[in-house]
């Protein structure tokens, strides 16, 4: 039987005729010559960690710690010894700005689970709160969002020693804490700013003033707060970003225990509003666009806040306006160099240590298990990076959704009534419940609770309560 003016017998081997022959035999020499060098490329810059390689990590808050305890975990796994730096010039059991790294300081229980598989247990003394009710002031009135499911805790810490005006004693540092762990897990500390991260030679060097450092790998975990200290050779530019107003007061002594409350639309400039108890005081976390200098004033002075009997000017303990990471770093890692936490990509206003714990695992894991070179971090972890970032599209699909119902007074009204109603199902029926808490403390991915809200459950429940449901039922 003859095709295309090739032959083949019915044995195992095949015989072509002269003229399928020479077609034959030049598409298998064209295939191969070209395979052969895209395989031995390949090869060329399958760069792996060497036994006593040296990694840099630029940066000790909870992303760089997390870095380091994922990278020595892995290692270890495999046999592999690592001399792992942490550049970090701060003291983090400071109070006050000097020592802390401008967070609004909210553990959620997808990061509490993850601390769990490194064998890490939060103290009590760095566990600030335990936050188990949001609740959301809506035109002067309350809706409480209770914990779903009491398992899934979540936690309220200080990134740094407490306010600068501190009552009695500075409080535990939750960086300190990590950084102490990475440290007693083999890691060492370096008590300098790297002000400088050039190459040479195909290789990263860290400048400080305690000398030049030429590593095998560089783990950049500066955040969104810091200058990066990559020279241009790197081609960096960091995430997007949006601006906070934080501050601290004194948690008055009516407060709610483990009560988290959330305010909208109460200035036009504010997106969120919050005010988190941790022990003797009430953070204040403040999120929108263009906040003005007085903001975090004008916000108390909005909700009338009891703070006591002095002045406001004596109350408030502390005060910093951070940025907020709300897109993703370009690119998130190169040839012996990674991004990670707030300086690659981070959950969408949630969750933001949560996501360096999660970023620095994939991060790491990428690079001992394929290698260094930019061609397998791109592969294995920058596809992590976007998946981040495309999860974040939902959740800003969910809060537009939030907040048009917030604009909506009918859709609002309906929308209370459900979730009023739905208090009275059982815990694993309280869909809005759920989604309310996923948004407020990034426990579950956006995607997630977007198909959620829009299941026909969700949707029947509010139809059912603008339909059916007096307009002075509530």
Known sequence: MTLAGMKFSSRCGNQVSPRGGKFVKRFWH?????????????????????DGDRVCI????????????????????RGLRLDVLIFEPRDFSRPGPAGCNRCAGVLSSRLLRGLNTLGLHLPDTVAQSELHTYALVLNNEVVRVRQPDPTRR??????????????????ASFDAWLLSQAQARGARHVPARAYLVTQENGYPVVHSRQGRYQTAFL???????????????????????????????????DWPEGEVRAYFRTLPWLTFGALIPKRNYLNISLLGRHIPRDGVDAFLERIR????????????????????????????????WVAVGDAAVSRLYKDGIGSAFYTARA??????????????????????????????????????LWHFTLGTPLLLRAWKRALLREAKRPQAERVHERIL?????????????????ITPTAVWRVAREMCFSGEGDL
């Not at 064209?30 to 760069?47: D, I, N, R």
């Not at 241009?232 to 934080?246: I, L, V």
């Not at 808490?437 to 809200?453: N, S, V």
Request: include cysteine; charged fraction near 15%; aromatic fraction near 8%.
């Open 30 to 50: 064209t295939l191969f010559s070209t395979a052969k060098p895209a395989m031995m490329s390949t090869q060329e810059v399958c760069v792996r960690f060497q």
């Open 58 to 77: 630029i940066g000790g808050g909870p992303a760089g710690s997390f870095a380091a305890l994922h990278l020595l975990a892995q290692a270890e796994q």
């Open 154 to 171: 979540v936690v309220g810490i200080y990134r740094g020693g407490g306010p600068k005006h501190f009552l009695n004693a500075p409080s």
């Open 219 to 253: 783990v950049l975990a500066t955040g969104i707060n810091s200058r990066p200290p990559l020279d241009a050779s790197f081609g960096y530019r960091p995430p997007s970003s949006e601006m906070m107003a934080q501050d601290e007061v004194l948690l008055p002594p």
């Open 305 to 336: 806040l009891s703070l006591g009997a002095e002045p406001l000017e004596k109350v408030r303990l502390c005060g910093c306006t951070p940025r907020v990471t709300t897109g993703v770093a370009h690119p998130v890692c190169g040839d012996r």
């Open 363 to 400: 991060a790491m894991k990428a690079a001992v298990t394929h290698g260094i070179s930019r061609r397998s971090l791109s592969r294995h972890y920058a596809l992590y990076c976007r998946r981040v970032h495309w999860d974040n599209r939902w959740g800003r699909a969910l809060f537009a």
């Open 437 to 453: 808490w996923g948004m407020f403390t990034g426990d579950e991915p956006y995607g997630r609770l977007f198909l959620l809200a």
